[in-house]
């Protein structure tokens, strides 16, 4: 299987404070990407990033990727309640799809 | 939000009961994807359209078929449903892979085999 790990599987913060979740992958990769799902709910996409970028930013949202490790970066800083989701890396090994991780819950704690 | 349908939202059936979920997309994109969800398992890929009649199989394509005779519908059937089955199925939507090859989700389809 391709599909890649996450890390923690969950994750409980306090309001304000920054949330770091990471993302495995095991063979090379056009991009990758970060969804969040909140609960019973379809998946949304956060943000992308390509093979040849090392960091980009959207709004709260800093992602950082490391090709050499096979490895990502998802920050959200300044948490709110309405971040409480789950969040997902997907990889696109240019194949037409894309295959996602395992998911990191995320808590805020108001 | 993109204009994705499933449907139906919820099932529960019976094991060796055929089952047909659809997804119903408005937004004229080529690639439709079926991906269930599982605890501990992320989402993984069972079938994916690439167009019109074309299709390609997933991860985890044992058990499922698809079909897809419009751009705007891709059936998802379960011809004898098992147990191993029972999990939350997703559809989603893409104009085109690669470098923006965002995807759009519907909401889900809960299947319940008992």
């Known amino acids: 299987s391709q599909q890649g790990e996450e890390d923690p599987q969950a994750l409980s913060i306090q309001e304000g404070e920054n949330a770091t979740m990471n993302c495995s992958y095991k063979t090379s990769i056009n991009n990758l990407q970060w969804y969040r799902q909140n609960s019973g709910r379809g998946l949304v996409h956060l943000i992308l990033i390509r093979s040849n970028e090392r960091e980009k930013h959207s709004g709260r949202l800093r992602v950082t990727l490391d090709t050499s490790k096979k490895s990502s970066s998802l920050l959200i800083t300044a948490s709110r309640a309405a971040d409480t989701a789950s969040y997902f890396c997907?990889?696109?090994?240019?194949?037409?799809?894309?295959?996602f991780g395992t998911g990191t819950r995320l808590t805020i704690i108001p | 939000d993109a204009g994705i349908t499933q449907s139906p939202r919820h099932k529960v059936t019976e094991t060796g009961t055929p089952v047909t979920l659809r997804c119903h997309q408005t937004e004229n994109h080529r690639y439709m994807y079926w991906y269930r969800q599982d605890p501990g398992h992320g989402l993984r890929l069972i079938h994916y359209?690439?167009?019109?009649?074309?299709?390609d199989k997933g991860e985890v394509s044992d058990g499922y078929s698809v079909s897809r005779s419009k751009t705007e519908d891709f059936l998802l059937t379960l011809e004898s449903a098992t147990s191993s089955q029972t999990s939350v199925y997703f559809c989603?939507?893409?104009?085109?892979?690669?470098?923006?090859?965002?995807?759009?989700f519907g909401e889900g389809s809960r299947l319940t085999v008992l």
């Open positions: 997907a990889h696109d090994f240019g194949n037409e799809k894309l295959t």
């Open positions: 989603a939507i893409s104009p085109q892979p690669g470098d923006t090859g965002e995807l759009f």
């Open positions: 359209s690439y167009g019109v009649k074309d299709t």
